[in-house]
């Protein structure tokens, strides 16, 4: 070939190739890639105590529901030892107080009931002695009685008046008493509101000891970080240390805008680790922010860099365990969603 047509051939050949190239990118299937991340939790106090133990080192795993940590709990032990005497004492005052009710009532019953028959008595009394009065007043003024026992009659009359009118003066009183129960039956219903208060912050009081012991959730999980070290001190809401569901892992991705319509939530696409290439696991699209973005430095996409994105989370749905946090991997829509 002569030397003037190599650089002509050079440049057709060039431009088939970069053709080529073109045609071959259009042809793959539109893929994102991001970085394996996983649901972490932090498990904090939620009351105040010095750390005494921690029993699962960073990279631990731990069993559901496992202790985590355990705190001073001498303090609280202490406020409950305190709320179970004062109920014991509570207990011991409403006994005391429902047997003196017990007691006066059924003296009460027992001294109204006899003030009672005697003034039937003295009722009986006073209606006996009205009569014979009565009978001696006629006899006298017929002449077949004298002054003398008329005055006699008269005489008992009034006494049996007056002792009806002590009587009935001490019934009158004995039924008065039914106050004092009453009152007595009163502080027995304050002292049983008291006990029933002390129950209730006894109950609240065992609820927060439960929290001096911290609890792993209630799955298998492994220690990411320790926050807090034994004889340190935790307040509410200080973190003690987060954990991972080692099976709750996503890729997370930034869909640029042309494309978000089609990445939709259940949307089921392919993940492929970049340690593994060529092998791909199915997964689910969880999550599509609401609010576009500008795409982070460190995630590459096939559009300009620029451009906004939506952040994006895909639920790995098969061999979690191989994926660990931290691996880039791309994720691929499948060929019926590139082409719609």
Not at 19 to 27: H, Q, S, T
Not at 30 to 54: A, D, K, L, N, W
Not at 322 to 339: C, H, I, M, W
């Given at each position: 070939?002569?030397?003037?047509?190599?650089?002509?051939?050079?440049?057709?050949?060039?431009?088939?190739?970069?053709?080529?190239?073109?045609?071959?990118?259009?042809?793959?299937?539109?893929?994102?890639?991001?970085?394996?991340?996983?649901?972490?939790?932090?498990?904090?106090?939620?009351?105040?105590?010095?750390?005494?133990?921690?029993?699962?080192?960073?990279?631990?795993?731990?069993p559901a529901d496992a202790v985590l940590a355990r705190l001073d709990d001498a303090d609280i032990q202490s406020r409950?030892?305190?709320?179970?005497?004062?109920?014991?004492?509570?207990?011991?005052?409403?006994?005391?107080?429902?047997?003196?009710?017990?007691?006066?009532?059924?003296?009460?019953?027992?001294?109204?009931?006899?003030?009672?028959?005697?003034?039937?008595?003295?009722?009986?009394?006073?209606?006996?002695?009205?009569?014979?009065?009565?009978?001696?007043?006629?006899?006298?003024?017929?002449?077949?009685?004298?002054?003398?026992?008329?005055?006699?009659?008269?005489?008992?009359?009034?006494?049996?008046?007056?002792?009806?009118?002590?009587?009935?003066?001490?019934?009158?009183?004995?039924?008065?008493?039914?106050?004092?129960?009453?009152?007595?039956?009163?502080?027995?219903?304050?002292?049983?509101?008291?006990?029933?208060?002390?129950?209730?912050?006894?109950?609240?009081?065992?609820?927060?000891?439960?929290?001096?012991?911290?609890?792993?959730?209630?799955?298998?999980?492994?220690?990411?970080?320790?926050?807090?070290?034994?004889?340190?001190?935790?307040?509410?809401?200080?973190?003690?240390?987060?954990?991972?569901?080692?099976?709750?892992?996503?890729?997370?991705?930034?869909?640029?805008?042309?494309?978000?319509?089609?990445?939709?939530?259940?949307?089921?696409?392919?993940?492929?680790?970049?340690?593994?290439?060529?092998?791909?696991?199915?997964?689910?699209?969880?999550?599509?922010?609401?609010?576009?973005?500008?795409?982070?430095?460190?995630?590459?996409?096939?559009?300009?860099?620029?451009?906004?994105?939506?952040?994006?989370?895909?639920?790995?749905?098969?061999?979690?365990?191989?994926?660990?946090?931290?691996?880039?991997?791309?994720?691929?829509?499948?060929?019926?969603?590139?082409?719609?």
């Amino acid at each position: 070939m002569p030397r003037r047509f190599l650089p002509a051939a050079l440049v057709l050949l060039a431009a088939l190739a970069a053709g080529l190239w073109y045609l071959r990118r259009d042809a793959a299937p539109p893929h994102y890639t991001g970085f394996v991340e996983g649901e972490e939790r932090v498990i904090r106090s939620e009351v105040t105590g010095r750390v005494r133990e921690i029993p699962f080192a960073e990279g631990a795993g731990a069993p559901a529901d496992a202790v985590l940590a355990r705190l001073d709990d001498a303090d609280i032990q202490s406020r409950l030892a305190a709320k179970r005497q004062e109920l014991e004492v509570l207990d011991a005052d409403i006994r005391t107080q429902e047997e003196r009710i017990a007691l006066v009532a059924g003296t009460w019953e027992r001294d109204v009931s006899a003030r009672r028959a005697e003034v039937r008595e003295a009722e009986s009394a006073a209606g006996n002695a009205e009569r014979t009065f009565a009978r001696e007043k006629d006899l006298v003024a017929t002449g077949a009685s004298t002054a003398q026992l008329l005055d006699d009659a008269r005489a008992r009359r009034d006494q049996a008046r007056s002792a009806l009118d002590r009587t009935r003066a001490m019934l009158a009183r004995s039924e008065a008493e039914e106050h004092n129960i009453a009152v007595a039956r009163r502080e027995l219903e304050g002292l049983r509101e008291k006990r029933e208060l002390a129950a209730a912050e006894l109950a609240e009081l065992e609820v927060t000891r439960g929290k001096y012991v911290i609890h792993a959730p209630p799955v298998a999980t492994v220690v990411l970080t320790q926050f807090i070290w034994p004889g340190e001190l935790a307040q509410p809401g200080t973190a003690i240390v987060s954990v991972l569901d080692p099976r709750d892992k996503y890729v997370q991705v930034y869909v640029p805008v042309a494309d978000v319509d089609r990445f939709r939530v259940g949307r089921r696409v392919e993940i492929e680790l970049d340690s593994e290439p060529g092998r791909r696991v199915p997964g689910e699209v969880s999550f599509v922010a609401d609010q576009a973005n500008f795409t982070p430095e460190k995630i590459e996409t096939r559009s300009d860099r620029l451009g906004q994105v939506y952040r994006a989370k895909v639920r790995i749905l098969e061999g979690v365990e191989r994926f660990q946090p931290g691996t880039e991997g791309n994720v691929y829509l499948a060929k019926q969603d590139s082409a719609s």
